[in-house]
């Protein structure tokens, strides 16, 4: 069972490579969808380069996010910050409920096309399952293991880095990981307001009323996305197992 | 070290972050944006430029106090109260300028909120918010807050007070359009639910049995949500456009490549997930010895799982379907992309048009309703989770 997942895992990530490499080779499997002798492979671009921009774009933003939620989520939760943690932990709530797209079309008005309102909208989405995860993991970090810390003596800077992050690492990772899935998301809508990015393959069949872009560009990023949180999921997974062996 | 004298009041850091940054929009940040036409690039005018002295002062005078009372009042409810003060003040400011500005009979010019009336209505809403939160209001209270925010904007709406603002230019040309679109946004995210819920349910009570079965499914679904939206559109048009060209019964039933129909499979599938997950989730907390009880009294199997366990369940259940809903609503956005209406039919205009007003047309409609079903549901769930067990 296990052979045949990595197996099947191994099989998607060559199908992903051997096609943003050499998507000409695939032209017969998308000729069918054409039209009027419309080209089968997307032609306007890179498909490699395109790619490499999706996930450039998605880890820039989701390093800023990660940076700045889990900094404010260590923030409210000392003591000296409790008076932001109900407004915090609203506004997390309330934030969810705002779809991406429309944080998206917000920014561009302001900061024009192009990649900057991307960004933003990616690093202000991201930062809400990084905060909320944050928060909660050190919220219920357990208090008989702080008192016993504490009893040691160390020091809150000790407690927070030596007791408090690691225990809360595992919610934290996940909140980072749910970020970045709904980054690709985003990022893909990102296309209709000029970002580089395999959006712009699907856009560009919409418009074009060319079928062959629509499917390979639906294909490409829905398994990019899928292999992006297995792998994530898989590395977290051994993360924590190096941290708890170690 | 030296000791630091008692502060006379207890200042709240909150308060007085939110407090300065209210009253430094007012003296320093325009409080409208002014374009003499729909295309024609703005000028900023602060909030003494637009309105008449006296009420400008008043008004600035209203969210210095707001703001006072932000740093150093304690009771969460004089906050509230104040917060919505300088809402409303800051409200009737706008629609004040934006009268002021027009003049009589002119329907070209355009006035928005500039980059401080947005400052100030956020920063009111934050202390409201937080009041709010510390107040920790009831479900019923809750939704009675909500209800009466509604019927205040619609009756402020209704008597066309912000009717010269920019956005409701923007939604006067496309009132008819907006209903339609509404209408469209609703059905796409209230069906999608309700097949999910129709199918999902069942999944999830055999998922619940069948413990084999559990992590295969939700290890799918869980992929399914990983798609990017736009992709599974896309992807979903292909098979859509071939039924559609292959049976003529599919394409009278309104099948087709492009609409609405490869939107309400992909709400379909993303919905799965948190609808099969919480119906696992919670019919697995429902206490055996409740179900053994129920068994011992001679409930046949059917009568357990209906009488006992999913009554039981549906608290977590229903928070299932508010994930779903609040999910939905924003998804349905996307779907305009491939002609599926809804509110995003004016996002994507906006955005090809660059004009905010027509993408706020589009967002702010989308956020309220996600918004409003995301406080009724979460009431619902409260309610329920407190109805004895």
Same mark, same amino acid.
């Given at each position: 069972m296990r052979r045949l997942g990595l197996l099947l895992r191994l099989a998607a990530f060559s199908l992903l490579v051997a096609f943003l490499?050499?998507?000409?080779?695939?032209?017969?499997?998308?000729?069918?969808?054409?039209?009027?002798?419309?080209?089968?492979?997307?032609?306007?671009?890179?498909?490699?380069?395109?790619?490499?921009?999706h996930l450039g774009t998605v880890?820039?933003?989701?390093?800023?996010?990660?940076?700045?939620?889990?900094?404010?989520?260590i923030l409210v939760t000392r003591p000296s910050g409790a008076e932001f943690l109900p407004l915090s932990r609203t506004l997390v709530g309330i934030g969810q409920t705002f779809p991406p797209v429309a944080v998206l079309a917000i920014a561009v008005p302001l900061v024009g096309f192009g990649e900057t309102p991307t960004l933003i909208a990616l690093f202000a989405y991201g930062l809400l399952p990084i905060f909320e995860n944050t928060i909660s993991a050190l919220q219920t970090c357990p208090s008989s293991v702080i008192e016993a810390a504490r009893g040691m003596g160390m020091s809150s800077r000790q407690r927070l880095l030596g007791v408090e992050l690691p225990l809360a690492m595992p919610l934290i990772l996940e909140g980072i990981r749910l970020s970045v899935v709904i980054n690709v998301g985003t990022a893909t809508i990102g296309s209709t307001v000029a970002a580089k990015g395999l959006g712009e393959v699907i856009i560009?069949?919409?418009?074009?009323?060319?079928?062959?872009f629509i499917l390979q560009g639906g294909l490409v990023t829905g398994l990019m996305a899928m292999l992006l949180y297995d792998g994530m999921a898989g590395l977290e997974k051994r993360l924590l197992r190096a941290v708890h062996v170690g | 070290m030296t000791p630091t004298p008692p502060p006379l009041h207890r200042i709240d850091r909150l308060g007085a972050l939110l407090g300065t940054a209210s009253i430094a929009a007012v003296a320093w940040l325009p409080f409208v944006t002014f374009k003499a036409n729909r295309i024609a690039s703005g000028t900023a005018r602060s909030l003494f430029e637009v309105l008449p002295f006296g009420t400008a002062l008043a008004v600035a005078g209203i969210v210095v106090v707001v703001a006072a009372a932000a740093i150093g009042v304690a009771s969460p409810r004089s906050r509230l109260a104040a917060a919505i003060v300088g809402i409303a003040v800051v409200a009737l400011a706008l629609a004040a300028a934006a009268a002021d500005l027009t003049p009589p009979g002119n329907r070209l010019v355009r006035v928005s909120p500039g980059v401080g009336c947005w400052v100030l209505l956020l920063v009111q809403a934050l202390l409201? /918010?937080?009041?709010?939160?510390?107040?920790?209001?009831g479900p019923g209270l809750r939704v009675l807050c909500l209800a009466l925010t509604g019927a205040v904007l619609y009756a402020a709406f209704a008597l066309g007070l912000f009717d010269q603002l920019s956005i409701m230019r923007e939604y006067a040309v496309n009132a008819g359009t907006f209903a339609r679109e509404a209408r469209q946004h609703v059905l796409l995210a209230t069906g999608s639910l309700g097949a999910a819920v129709l199918v999902g349910l069942p999944l999830g009570v055999l998922c619940h049995k069948v413990p084999r079965l559990r992590a295969a499914t939700l290890q799918v679904?869980?992929?399914?949500? /990983?798609?990017?939206?736009?992709a599974l559109f896309g992807i979903l048009m292909v098979p859509l456009g071939a039924l559609a060209t292959a049976a003529p019964w599919a394409r009278e039933l309104g099948v087709s490549g492009i609409g609405a129909a490869p939107a309400v499979i992909a709400l379909f599938l993303y919905a799965l997930l948190p609808v099969v997950a919480n119906a696992t989730v919670g019919l697995g907390r429902v206490s055996p010895a409740a179900v053994d009880a129920a068994r011992g009294m001679g409930l046949t199997g059917r009568q357990v799982l209906t009488q006992i366990e999913l009554p039981l369940a549906l608290p977590v259940i229903v928070t299932g379907i508010r994930i779903v809903l609040v999910q939905n609503i924003g998804l349905v956005t996307v779907a305009a992309l491939i002609g599926g209406g809804g509110f995003g039919t004016f996002v994507f205009q906006g955005v090809g048009q660059t004009a905010i007003d027509l993408v706020l047309l589009g967002a702010i409609p989308t956020v309220v309703l996600a918004f409003s079903s995301a406080v009724v549901l979460d009431a619902l769930v409260d309610v329920m989770s407190r109805a004895p067990q």
């Open positions: 490499v050499m998507p000409q080779r695939f032209a017969p499997l998308f000729a069918p969808f054409t039209e009027y002798g419309a080209p089968p492979i997307y032609d306007q671009g890179s498909l490699l380069a395109l790619a490499a921009a880890f820039l933003a989701a390093a800023a996010s990660t940076v700045v939620a889990v900094s404010l989520g560009a069949g919409l418009l074009s009323n060319n079928t062959a | 409201a /918010t937080d009041a709010l939160a510390r107040l920790r209001p679904l869980n992929l399914i949500q /990983t798609i990017p939206s736009i």
